[in-house]
């Protein structure tokens, strides 16, 4: 079994209300799949990439146990907010490049490995918080290249903040059983991402089917930002000025 990770995070200035959720928990997504694959001694390589008006590779394609010297320090730096949104060219970019990679994992597969059909895992994981304002594509042609990866097998996981995730994913093309709509404080976001965590161990365990996954209502109603967060943390939003 191989998956292949791909992580695209919003790091634009409204991004500081996040507190360190973000960090902690794409930190703790790496562990997993580090345990992941120690434990069933499986091939599992990731990619992170963060965005403001520049999309930023921070690890590009890395077999996972090559990765324990990664820290948490690591991530702060990489996490820190600045800049604007430049959401839609950032996706179509990691789409190509992701399946430029598996493909040419598909392409140099020895016969008798090619021969046994090994399950190939694609994961993209995308989390933003505002309207994208700094990209030359639009939402048709992240449409486009979202439909097409799922048609090749792609799960594409959306988190979205300050906007309703599933009229997002649904004009992005994706898939709105796995969008979710989440607080931009640290305590709904840590939790979301969490959940997310979750599922995409699911899939590069290969426990789950992955025309069965979805969030569920438990996890939609708690990822949700509260009163309180409301109330004392005032939102900085994105203004699309394309």
């Known amino acids: 079994m191989f998956t ?9 200035s409204s991004m ?6 973000t960090r902690d928990q794409m930190f703790n997504l790496l562990q997993d799949q580090i345990k992941l694959a120690e434990e069933n001694q499986q091939k599992i390589n990731i990619s992170f990439t963060g965005f403001n ?18 820290n948490k320090n690591n991530f702060t730096t990489w996490v820190r907010p600045d800049g604007l949104t430049r959401l839609y060219d950032t996706i179509i970019e990691c789409v190509d490049a992701q399946n430029k990679r598996v493909n040419e994992y598909n392409q140099n597969m020895q016969p008798m490995v090619g021969e046994l059909t090994p399950t190939l895992n694609k994961i993209l994981y995308v989390i933003t918080d505002g309207d994208d304002n700094q990209s030359t594509n639009k ?30 994913a649904l004009v992005c093309g994706f898939d709105e059983k ?59 939003r994105h203004t699309n000025t394309m």
């Open 53 to 70: 008006e520049n999309a930023n590779v921070y690890i590009d394609n890395k077999p996972v146990l090559d990765l324990k010297e990664v």
């Open 16 to 21: 500081e209300t996040f507190g360190n959720s």
């Open 4 to 12: 292949d990770i791909q992580v695209v995070f919003d790091k634009s």
């Open 139 to 168: 939402t048709k042609d992240v449409h486009s290249a979202i439909t097409d990866a799922r048609k090749s097998g792609t799960v594409c996981i959306l988190l979205a903040a300050n906007q309703d995730a599933i009229q997002l």
């Open 178 to 236: 796995i969008a979710l709509t989440i607080g931009s404080d640290p305590h709904t976001t840590e939790l979301a991402m969490g959940f997310t965590n979750t599922l995409v161990r699911a899939i590069s365990s290969g426990s789950s089917r992955t025309d069965s996954l979805e969030f569920s209502e438990l996890q939609r109603s708690s990822s949700q930002q509260t009163d309180t967060y409301r109330l004392f943390s005032p939102l900085v």
